[in-house]
Every structure is written in C-alpha cells, then in structure tokens.
C-alpha cells in the first residue's frame, strides 16, 4: 500500500512537471503566431485531459 502510494506521488509530480513543459511550449507559440483564442482552447483542452487523466489515476 505505501509503495503505490509513493508511485502515485511520484507520477502525480512527473505528470505535473510534464503539463508545465507542454503549457510553456504552447505559451511560446502563443507569442509566436499571435493566435491567442485558438491557443487558449488548446491550453483548456490539455488542462481538463491531464486534471481527468490524474482523477482516474492513468497518470
């Protein structure tokens, strides 16, 4: 039971720093292309994916 929870953990901080490579990535082409309404559905998209994703425990 700890080691799973310890795995969790750690994938729940792994997941997290990947989510903030992809928004830093997305930030980039936001300054880049200047489309911010087609970035920022983007940006809600893969938020609500990762949080879903977290909640059901895949990541």
């Given at each position: 039971m700890l080691i799973?929870?310890?795995i969790t953990e750690e994938m729940l901080r792994l997941a997290g720093g990947i989510l903030i490579v992809v928004l830093?990535?997305?930030?980039l082409f936001v300054m880049e292309?200047?489309?911010?309404s087609r970035?920022?559905?983007?940006?809600?998209?893969?938020?609500s994916a990762?949080?879903?994703?977290?909640?059901l425990g895949v990541i």
């Open positions: 799973a929870e310890t830093g990535l997305v930030a292309l200047k489309s911010i970035v920022m559905v983007l940006v809600i998209v893969l938020v990762a949080w879903v994703l977290m909640q």
